[in-house]
């Protein structure tokens, strides 16, 4: 067996390719590349991709596959608030950090909550439109579960705002997705919007 370092590849790019991409930014940007402070950067930039973007290798809905159904009869409202996230924006590649708020309705069985940020962390650390974001998560609940309602609202302060373009800083965008009797059920919105509270001076 040979004791050459196998080949770390991924998405049919290897480590150098990417490497050599970093370097090419670098230089278009106006540095240097070969200068004592970049040298090891292209590396450093590889590694924090696998960090930053492992929720590509990562399936949602696998989090979602054990329930449990033994919860004395319990029907009402579970809510799960102030989950941080962080992604990065797919049109500038610029970070989007904030908070998840997940609510739901059983029908006869629950998820433990652990797995409800898991599934967060799956859909944050990819490319994402945070629009996209919350349905996808709504969505994941809704099909592992089959609750009566689903509510997702999304807190998110886009760095490709505040670092470029218009330089709006202390803005945050706010998203949500209702399924069932979240969207149909105005008293059972309410009641979920009250329990995470979503603003200022909360």
Not at 32 to 46: F, I, N
Not at 51 to 69: N, V
Not at 140 to 168: D, F, N, S, Y
Not at 179 to 200: K, M, N, Y
Request: glycine share 8%; aromatic share 8%.
């Amino acid at each position: 067996m040979s004791d050459a370092p196998r080949e770390d590849s991924r998405h049919d790019v290897t480590r150098q390719q990417a490497e050599d991409a970093v370097r090419t930014l670098l230089r278009w940007a106006g540095d240097d590349p070969t200068r004592e402070g970049l040298l090891d950067t292209p590396r450093r930039v590889a590694k924090a991709y696998e960090d930053w973007f492992s929720g590509y290798a990562l399936d949602p809905d696998d989090y979602m596959a054990r329930t449990f159904e033994e919860v004395g009869g319990y029907d009402e409202m579970i809510v799960l608030r102030d989950i941080e996230y962080e992604s990065h924006c797919e049109h500038h590649m610029a970070p989007i950090i904030g908070k998840v708020h997940i609510g739901y309705l059983p029908d006869g069985k629950v998820v433990g909550i652990s797995k409800l940020a898991r599934v967060v962390e799956a859909y944050a650390r990819r490319f994402q439109v945070q629009e996209k974001m919350t349905a996808q998560i709504a969505g994941c609940i809704q099909r592992a579960l089959q609750p009566r309602g689903v509510g997702v609202v999304v807190v998110g302060a886009h760095e490709c705002m505040t670092t470029r373009g218009i330089h709006k800083r202390g803005v945050s965008m706010v998203t949500s997705k209702m399924l069932g009797s979240f969207r149909d059920d105005a008293r059972t919105r309410a009641e979920f919007l009250r329990f995470i509270e979503v603003g200022p001076g909360r």
